[in-house]
Protein backbone atom coordinates (compact mmCIF):
# COMPACT_ATOMS: atom_id res chain seq x y z
CA UNK A 1 0.00 0.00 0.00
CA UNK A 2 2.91 2.15 0.79
CA UNK A 3 4.08 1.45 -2.72
CA UNK A 4 0.96 2.38 -4.61
CA UNK A 5 0.76 5.43 -2.36
CA UNK A 6 4.03 6.79 -3.27
CA UNK A 7 3.33 5.84 -7.28
CA UNK A 8 -0.11 8.10 -6.82
CA UNK A 9 2.48 10.83 -5.41
CA UNK A 10 5.19 10.93 -8.64
CA UNK A 11 2.12 10.78 -10.57
CA UNK A 12 0.81 14.14 -9.13
CA UNK A 13 4.06 15.80 -8.80
CA UNK A 14 4.20 14.91 -12.85
CA UNK A 15 0.94 16.24 -13.57
CA UNK A 16 2.40 19.31 -11.32
CA UNK A 17 4.96 19.71 -13.84
CA UNK A 18 2.62 19.71 -16.71
CA UNK A 19 0.41 22.52 -15.31
CA UNK A 20 3.34 24.63 -14.31
CA UNK A 21 4.54 24.32 -18.03
CA UNK A 22 1.17 25.27 -18.76
CA UNK A 23 0.40 28.67 -17.22
CA UNK A 24 4.21 29.33 -18.28
CA UNK A 25 2.39 30.58 -21.30
CA UNK A 26 0.63 33.64 -19.20
CA UNK A 27 4.23 34.84 -19.24
CA UNK A 28 4.93 34.80 -23.46
CA UNK A 29 3.51 32.03 -25.86
CA UNK A 30 7.10 31.41 -26.71
CA UNK A 31 6.88 30.04 -22.85
CA UNK A 32 4.24 27.37 -23.37
CA UNK A 33 5.17 26.47 -26.97
CA UNK A 34 9.02 25.73 -25.79
CA UNK A 35 9.03 24.93 -22.04
CA UNK A 36 8.26 21.24 -23.00
CA UNK A 37 12.67 20.65 -23.69
CA UNK A 38 13.36 22.07 -20.50
CA UNK A 39 10.40 20.38 -18.62
CA UNK A 40 12.39 17.16 -18.53
CA UNK A 41 14.37 18.95 -15.91
CA UNK A 42 11.82 18.34 -13.39
CA UNK A 43 10.28 15.20 -15.00
CA UNK A 44 13.15 12.78 -15.11
CA UNK A 45 13.44 13.03 -11.27
CA UNK A 46 9.72 12.18 -11.03
CA UNK A 47 10.26 9.04 -13.89
CA UNK A 48 13.41 8.07 -12.48
CA UNK A 49 11.37 7.09 -8.91
CA UNK A 50 8.74 5.85 -10.64
CA UNK A 51 10.32 3.43 -12.74
CA UNK A 52 12.57 2.35 -9.36
CA UNK A 53 9.12 1.42 -7.89
CA UNK A 54 7.46 -0.15 -11.03
CA UNK A 55 10.27 -2.79 -12.32
CA UNK A 56 8.29 -3.97 -15.50
CA UNK A 57 5.71 -2.94 -17.80
CA UNK A 58 4.09 0.57 -16.30
CA UNK A 59 6.32 3.41 -15.21
CA UNK A 60 5.96 5.38 -18.17
CA UNK A 61 2.25 4.57 -18.63
CA UNK A 62 1.31 5.48 -15.29
CA UNK A 63 2.68 9.19 -15.31
CA UNK A 64 1.16 9.72 -18.69
CA UNK A 65 -1.90 7.99 -18.21
CA UNK A 66 -2.55 9.97 -14.99
CA UNK A 67 -2.67 12.95 -16.85
CA UNK A 68 -4.43 11.66 -19.82
CA UNK A 69 -7.42 11.33 -18.14
CA UNK A 70 -7.47 14.52 -15.88
CA UNK A 71 -7.20 16.11 -18.85
CA UNK A 72 -10.00 13.93 -20.62
CA UNK A 73 -12.08 14.80 -17.89
CA UNK A 74 -11.14 18.47 -17.83
CA UNK A 75 -12.08 18.54 -21.57
CA UNK A 76 -8.38 19.47 -22.58
CA UNK A 77 -7.52 16.51 -24.38
CA UNK A 78 -7.88 16.74 -28.02
CA UNK A 79 -7.13 14.16 -31.12
CA UNK A 80 -3.73 15.27 -31.36
CA UNK A 81 -2.93 15.29 -27.78
CA UNK A 82 -4.17 12.05 -27.22
CA UNK A 83 -2.93 10.45 -30.46
CA UNK A 84 0.96 11.74 -29.65
CA UNK A 85 1.05 10.89 -25.68
CA UNK A 86 -0.04 7.24 -26.74
CA UNK A 87 2.85 6.90 -29.34
CA UNK A 88 5.52 8.58 -26.87
CA UNK A 89 3.91 6.35 -23.71
CA UNK A 90 4.34 3.22 -26.41
CA UNK A 91 7.73 4.12 -27.49
CA UNK A 92 8.96 4.39 -23.65
CA UNK A 93 7.18 1.34 -22.37
CA UNK A 94 8.79 -0.45 -25.79
CA UNK A 95 11.96 0.74 -25.22
CA UNK A 96 11.99 0.55 -21.17
CA UNK A 97 11.21 -3.43 -22.16
CA UNK A 98 14.04 -3.27 -25.06
CA UNK A 99 16.57 -2.33 -22.58
CA UNK A 100 15.31 -4.57 -19.55
CA UNK A 101 13.53 -3.17 -16.76
CA UNK A 102 16.32 -3.61 -14.24
CA UNK A 103 19.09 -1.64 -16.30
CA UNK A 104 20.10 2.17 -15.75
CA UNK A 105 20.34 2.29 -19.85
CA UNK A 106 16.24 1.09 -20.37
CA UNK A 107 15.20 3.64 -17.95
CA UNK A 108 17.83 6.37 -19.57
CA UNK A 109 16.87 5.58 -23.13
CA UNK A 110 12.82 5.57 -22.32
CA UNK A 111 12.84 8.44 -20.92
CA UNK A 112 13.64 10.07 -24.15
CA UNK A 113 10.00 9.65 -25.69
CA UNK A 114 8.34 10.47 -22.56
CA UNK A 115 9.88 14.05 -22.28
CA UNK A 116 8.29 14.85 -25.48
CA UNK A 117 4.94 14.59 -23.59
CA UNK A 118 4.50 18.16 -23.02
CA UNK A 119 4.42 18.96 -26.72
CA UNK A 120 2.01 16.20 -27.39
CA UNK A 121 -0.17 18.71 -25.29
CA UNK A 122 0.82 21.45 -27.32
CA UNK A 123 0.48 20.18 -31.09
CA UNK A 124 -2.71 21.52 -31.24
CA UNK A 125 -1.33 24.73 -32.02
CA UNK A 126 -0.04 23.33 -35.31
CA UNK A 127 -2.56 20.97 -35.96
CA UNK A 128 -5.92 23.35 -35.06
CA UNK A 129 -4.07 26.86 -35.46
CA UNK A 130 -7.36 28.07 -36.16
CA UNK A 131 -9.02 26.93 -33.51
CA UNK A 132 -6.00 27.81 -30.90
CA UNK A 133 -6.36 31.19 -31.90
CA UNK A 134 -9.80 31.56 -31.80
CA UNK A 135 -9.40 30.04 -27.90
CA UNK A 136 -6.50 32.54 -27.01
CA UNK A 137 -8.92 35.44 -28.69
CA UNK A 138 -11.91 34.38 -25.81
CA UNK A 139 -9.55 33.51 -22.79
CA UNK A 140 -6.37 35.73 -22.83
CA UNK A 141 -5.49 39.46 -22.79
CA UNK A 142 -5.75 41.21 -25.99
CA UNK A 143 -3.11 40.53 -28.71
CA UNK A 144 -2.31 37.03 -27.19
CA UNK A 145 -3.53 35.32 -30.09
CA UNK A 146 -1.14 37.94 -32.76
CA UNK A 147 2.07 37.27 -30.20
CA UNK A 148 0.95 33.52 -30.34
CA UNK A 149 0.42 33.59 -34.36
CA UNK A 150 4.24 34.31 -34.54
CA UNK A 151 5.36 31.57 -32.51
CA UNK A 152 3.39 29.21 -34.59
CA UNK A 153 4.88 30.67 -37.82
CA UNK A 154 8.17 30.12 -36.30
CA UNK A 155 8.81 26.79 -37.09
CA UNK A 156 12.09 26.41 -37.59
CA UNK A 157 12.88 27.03 -33.96
CA UNK A 158 10.09 24.50 -33.02
CA UNK A 159 12.36 22.18 -34.95
CA UNK A 160 15.77 23.13 -32.98
CA UNK A 161 13.63 23.05 -29.98
CA UNK A 162 12.57 19.61 -30.44
CA UNK A 163 16.09 18.57 -31.02
CA UNK A 164 17.41 19.98 -27.85
CA UNK A 165 15.21 18.26 -26.31
CA UNK A 166 17.06 14.75 -26.34
CA UNK A 167 20.10 16.02 -24.96
CA UNK A 168 18.32 17.68 -22.25
CA UNK A 169 16.36 15.16 -21.38
CA UNK A 170 19.52 12.38 -21.12
CA UNK A 171 21.26 15.37 -19.18
CA UNK A 172 17.91 15.71 -16.90
CA UNK A 173 17.91 11.76 -16.35
CA UNK A 174 21.69 11.39 -15.70
CA UNK A 175 21.02 14.65 -13.03
CA UNK A 176 18.46 12.59 -11.59
CA UNK A 177 21.01 9.66 -11.16
CA UNK A 178 22.83 11.92 -9.13
CA UNK A 179 21.00 13.51 -7.28
CA UNK A 180 18.72 10.22 -6.05
CA UNK A 181 21.29 7.59 -5.53
CA UNK A 182 18.73 5.33 -3.66
CA UNK A 183 16.58 5.10 -6.68
CA UNK A 184 19.34 5.19 -9.25
CA UNK A 185 21.50 2.51 -7.27
CA UNK A 186 18.46 -0.51 -7.81
CA UNK A 187 19.11 -0.27 -11.22
CA UNK A 188 22.42 -2.36 -12.55
Same mark, same amino acid.
Given at each position: =??? *????? !? =????????? !??? %? *? @????? $???? &??? %?? !?? $???? +?????????????????? *????????????? %?????????????????????????????????????? $???? @??? &???????????? @?? +? &????? =? /??????????????? /????? *??? !??? /????? +? =?????????? $??????
Amino acid at each position: =MKK *VFKIV !L =MAIAYLACF !LLA %G *V @SGAIH $PAFY &AYV %GA !LL $PLLT +AFVYLNTASMIRGFGAAT *VLNGFVFVLFLIA %GEADAAYMIGTLILTALAEILRYAFKYDTRKGVRWSFV $PLAF @SFF &AYTAHWWTDTEG @SL +A &AAVEE =M /PAGYDQLMKAVIDNV /PVLVV *VLI !LTI /PIAIL +A =MRLAEKALKK $PAASFR
